[in-house]
């Protein structure tokens, strides 16, 4: 069965990092291109970034403008997103997300995990 | 990097069909066949419903089925039932990015 579990989200101040973390089974993670997609409290999915299998492809969201930062350790079956200059507007729940096919089809997500950036 | 346009909310009875339209650019929803939709119940995560525009993944009802035309991708539902009642929303593909819609609620009646 494939899982994949987010940790790392909790409450930061404005200006402050967080550093999410994904751990995946069920599956052979060094063939799948993994995201990261988030959703603010009541509204809809907005695409955070995506990286292809071995690293080789990483793509961002215009929006981010260079604060995050998306890694993969297939060693370690993990992803991760680094979060820098948080902001309000980045309050949301972060999902982690395999793609057989790189910026296409999510089949499987996590449940997520809250980041909440407040003063 | 903009948005694709949903319809923000629909409904039908049981038994009735609906359709969800996704609206994109000649760079995304109609320059490929890389479209996908989402359901999401409250509180929960996504769950893929359609990929590449037409196709099925293991386990989800033949009820649900996805089409294109042109700029615009649609989602049809039908024989609907309780169960289906949940956000749904679409994603394409675009050089370089993922884009999602806005997101529709859907109720049943």
């Known amino acids: 069965e494939v899982q994949l579990v987010e940790s790392g989200g909790g409450l930061v101040k404005p200006g402050g990092s967080l550093r999410l973390s994904c751990v995946a089974s069920?599956?052979?993670?060094?063939?799948?291109?993994m995201n990261w997609v988030r959703q603010a409290p009541g509204k809809g999915l907005e695409w955070v970034s995506s990286?292809?299998?071995?690293?080789?492809?990483?793509y961002y969201a215009d929006s981010l403008k260079g604060r995050f930062t998306i890694s993969r350790d297939n060693a370690k079956n993990s992803l991760y997103l680094q979060m820098n200059s948080l902001r309000a507007e980045d309050t949301a729940v972060y999902y982690c997300?395999?793609?057989?096919?790189?910026?296409?089809?999510?089949?499987?997500w996590g449940l997520g995990t809250l980041v909440s950036v407040s003063s | 990097q903009s948005a694709l346009t949903q319809p923000a909310s629909v409904s039908g009875s049981p038994g009735q069909s609906i359709t969800i339209s996704c609206t994109g650019t000649?760079?995304?929803?109609?320059?490929?066949?890389?479209v996908s939709w989402y359901q999401q119940h409250p509180g929960k995560a996504p769950k893929l419903m359609i990929y590449?525009?037409?196709n099925r993944p293991s386990g989800v009802s033949n009820r649900f089925s996805g089409s294109k035309s042109g700029n615009t991708a649609s989602l049809t539902i039908s024989g609907l039932q309780a169960e289906d009642e949940a956000d749904y929303y679409c994603?394409?593909?675009?050089?370089?990015?993922?884009?999602f819609g806005g997101g529709t609620k859907l109720t049943v009646l």
């Open positions: 590449d525009v037409t």
């Open positions: 069920g599956f052979t993670f060094d063939t799948y291109s």
């Open positions: 990286i292809s299998s071995s690293s080789s492809y990483i």
């Open positions: 000649s760079s995304d929803v109609g320059g490929y066949d890389y």
């Open positions: 994603s394409a593909y675009s050089s370089r990015s993922t884009l």
């Open positions: 997300t395999r793609a057989e096919w790189l910026l296409r089809a999510s089949d499987s």
